[in-house]
């Protein structure tokens, strides 16, 4: 008897001991498979992307509910004024006239014309060229620039002009100083068949709408890239007398003596391209 209670207490604790063991082992493989789900709802950034993303929900549908009124409120307004007697007994007066007006371009061609006819300033002995008063040189950007745009646009017709650069020979700005009465003026200065065409803006605007070609219709052309083979198309070339010095050696006197057939630079007009 004594053999068989103490049996009994034995497997009674080795059961024990067994479902023990069990739900201890289950309970730590619970444990150690739930802390991430746990974690997961838990944790706060988990909580807050679910409440931003509940709040954009929201925003997006209160937005959607607002432009529905909007379309709602201004698709009422168009039906009432549709529906109204008003409009439509006058239905022309919902149309805006639309009033045509001669461009300026068109209004300026007239003005040139007008201006280039009876233009009171006059360069003598100029009657069959083109006459442009203009610098080479660089000092004044904007100078320079209206002086070149100007000699491109009659490069473009292959006519050819006169130029007179100041900065190559004094004489031409005193010439034109007193041709147009003042002491200051600017550059280029333009003369067409001995007539005051004016300066920069009055030749661009002309070339722009198409009033230069028409005055320009009875000027030689020249060959397509034609080039003065004598000066280069600069208008100047040095003093054949003295070779640009300014000097001449008298031999009578022994004495050197000033150059009179060259300017204070020591050049003349070329004689290929400006006799």
């Avoid at 954009?56 to 007697?85: H, I, R, T």
């Avoid at 000066?231 to 640009?244: E, I, K, L, T």
């Amino acid at each position: 008897m004594a053999e068989m209670e103490d049996s009994k207490a034995k497997s009674s604790s080795g059961s024990l001991f067994f479902n023990r063991s069990f739900t201890m082992n289950s309970t730590a493989a619970a444990e150690s498979n739930s802390p991430k789900f746990h974690l997961l709802l838990n944790s706060p950034s988990s909580l807050n992307r679910a409440a931003s993303i509940s709040r954009f929900y929201n925003s997006f549908d209160s937005v959607k509910g607002k432009v529905k009124k909007l379309c709602n409120l201004f698709e009422s307004a168009k039906s009432k004024s549709s529906s109204s007697p008003s409009n439509l007994a006058s239905p022309k007066e919902t149309s805006p006239r639309v009033v045509l007006r001669p461009s300026k371009s068109i209004a300026y061609s007239s003005s040139f014309s007008l201006s280039f006819n009876n233009s009171s300033i006059r360069l003598p002995g100029t009657e069959d060229r083109i006459v442009v008063y203009l610098t080479s040189l660089r000092g004044i950007r904007r100078t320079y620039e209206d002086c070149y745009a100007v000699k491109m646009i009659f490069r473009g017709f292959r006519v050819w002009v006169d130029e007179r650069d100041i900065s190559m020979d004094a004489a031409y700005k005193k010439e034109l100083q007193s041709v147009l009465k003042e002491k200051t003026v600017s550059l280029p200065q333009v003369f067409i068949k001995g007539k005051y065409v004016g300066g920069a803006d009055v030749i661009k605007s002309m070339f722009e709408v198409g009033e230069l070609a028409k005055i320009l219709d009875g000027f030689p052309r020249r060959q397509p890239g034609f080039v003065c083979q004598g000066c280069g198309d600069v208008r100047f070339v040095p003093c054949w007398n003295c070779s640009g010095s300014r000097k001449l050696f008298d031999e009578d006197e022994e004495l050197p003596k000033k150059c009179l057939e060259c300017n204070e630079n020591g050049l003349i007009r070329c004689p290929d391209c400006c006799s």
